[in-house]
């Protein structure tokens, strides 16, 4: 017939080759096994934020190397893309580190924050002291102000007592009297008389900073010429100044321990602790507030196998002691009455330690951790026999009774342990036979006889809280601070005040209801409403 073709009898024997496609099977199982495994890891109970986020960004990293590798050698895509593809990443791979830079995390979880290389430091422009004649005077409001011239309260428990505050900031909010910038770290205010005082770096060095509390009004300031910088920890030095007696003493991040004048930042003796005893400085850097006990000035010590403590004279400086056999840690010393003793507390890299103030001779050493994460909280002391040990990372928490041994040290005995409260850097604190603390970034109210948690709400990530009469204040992580109801029967916010922005992991100081709040670039203070000013 005309016009009729005939097909080749091959083509109709054997059938035609189907489109290529680009294996995407391998790709699916990828990516499904991917989000499976990153939902279980937020259904592990108690499974700590960090190590969900350290779980989870594995997987990511897992799945993004398999899409890779798909690409590159099973996929079908046309061979020039894959090649301009790899070239591509080989290209930013060798350009990013021009670029870009790792400062610090952008939260406790420890994720990286990766900024430009160009992005400008925040530092504090405080270099020298102005004279007292231009330093103007503050409306001297004694009213709100009270003397907290310590890390966590005069017991360093983090409880406070007969402030008097507004159980509302509804009706009545507080009120900011100042802010200005400051340097670098994670430093607290110590607050005497009508000096407030802090630690923090500039491009200069490490400093010791005094400012009128009211006024927010700069003092004076000592410098000693070191930097701590850690990727994680961010710059600059953690410890809170302690006063007494007209004297300031601080431990700065390389170790420096140093007796100011509270008057004036005159300088009365310094110490190169870490240097002196050839101790090597802790991952995420010293971090102890000293503790000022009689005659004696105690500080925690490095990354070695003791000391663990170490005593120096207050008046001049000269070493006392050293005592423990343990690593320290990021917590700080403290002293308490236990079964009738007065005794030194100290948490460190895996263990509880009780000592005696004169010689620094270990009375008790009970192992509760491993000693591969950081033990930041302080011991909480319930009555003449109990006390409380909480961390994160892990750890949990745990209740121990002391008794005297026969051989004149002490013994303890673990009632109770479990992962009810995971304090990562804030510690708990004790009322009327309940514990309140930061469980993982919540809020957490725990039974302190049985260590049943009674309810975990609010999200503050890793902040700060102060347990003042029967109300909680929280320093959020990202700046916040929530005031919030100390009650087993429920939480609940009372209140909330947009004090800072940005990572905030220093403790909020409140000094009688003068609240002082500060991060690595920024401080500020606000007046407080007194009891029944809610409703005026």
């Excluded at 930042?265 to 101790?279: M, Y």
């Amino acid at each position: 017939m005309v016009g009729l073709r005939l097909k080749p009898l091959n083509t109709v024997l054997i059938p035609p080759t189907p489109p290529r496609g680009h294996r995407t099977t391998f790709l699916i199982v990828v990516w499904v096994l991917a989000i499976v495994a990153g939902l279980a890891i937020r259904l592990v109970p108690e499974l700590e934020r960090n190590f969900q986020a350290l779980l989870r960004t594995l997987v990511l990293l897992i799945a993004l190397a398999l899409t890779l590798v798909w690409f590159l050698l099973l996929s079908r895509h046309n061979g020039l893309l894959r090649l301009v593809v790899a070239a591509a990443l080989v290209v930013f791979g060798f350009l990013a580190p021009k670029f870009l830079k790792i400062d610090g995390t952008a939260d406790g979880t420890g994720r990286p924050r990766i900024v430009w290389r160009s992005a400008p430091a925040t530092r504090a422009a405080v270099t020298t002291a102005p004279s007292p004649s231009t330093i103007p005077p503050p409306d001297r409001n004694t009213a709100i102000l009270r003397d907290a011239p310590q890390f966590l309260g005069a017991r360093r428990d983090g409880t406070l007592t007969g402030a008097g505050l507004a159980s509302s900031w509804e009706t009545t909010p507080p009120r900011e009297l100042w802010r200005h910038p400051v340097g670098s770290g994670w430093s607290a205010f110590a607050v005497s008389g009508n000096m407030a005082v802090t630690q923090e770096q500039n491009a200069g060095g490490e400093l010791v900073t005094a400012y009128d509390p009211l006024a927010g009004t700069f003092l004076w300031a000592h410098t000693n010429y070191v930097r701590f910088f850690q990727w994680q920890a961010g710059e600059g030095p953690h410890g809170t100044p302690t006063i007494d007696s007209g004297r300031v003493y601080t431990y700065g991040g390389t170790g420096i321990l140093d007796c100011l004048e509270l008057a004036d930042g005159r300088p009365v003796w310094s110490r190169d602790v870490l240097s002196e005893n050839k101790l090597p400085n802790l991952l995420w850097g010293i971090s102890c507030s000293p503790l000022v006990l009689e005659d004696s000035v105690i500080v925690t010590g490095g990354d070695t196998n003791g000391p663990t403590l170490l005593a120096f004279r207050r008046s001049d400086g000269e070493p006392l002691w050293r005592a423990g056999s343990d690593k320290a840690s990021y917590a700080s010393p403290s002293v308490a009455t236990l079964v009738g003793r007065r005794v030194i507390l100290s948490i460190n890299a895996g263990s509880f330690t009780v000592h005696e103030p004169t010689n620094g001779a270990v009375l008790l050493d009970f192992r509760w951790s491993e000693g591969k994460w950081p033990l930041a909280s302080q011991p909480v002391v319930l009555g003449p026999d109990r006390v409380f040990l909480s961390a994160g990372y892990g750890t949990g928490c745990a209740m121990l009774q002391i008794k005297a041994a026969t051989d004149g040290r002490l013994e303890a005995t673990e009632l109770w342990h479990n992962k009810m409260m995971k304090t990562q850097f804030n510690s708990a604190a004790y009322r009327d036979g309940h514990l309140y603390g930061l469980d993982d970034g919540l809020l957490a109210c725990v039974n302190a006889e049985t260590g049943r948690r009674m309810w975990k709400d609010g999200r503050y990530g890793s902040g700060q809280t102060l347990l003042v009469d029967d109300l909680i204040l929280v320093q959020t992580e990202p700046g916040p601070v929530v005031l919030a109801a100390a009650r087993p029967d429920g939480f609940a916010e009372l209140g909330r005040l947009g004090a800072l922005e940005g990572k905030t992991w220093n403790n909020p100081t409140l000094a009688g209801r003068l609240l002082l709040v500060r991060n690595d670039h920024e401080a500020a203070a606000y007046e407080l409403p007194a009891a029944g000013a809610a409703t005026r």
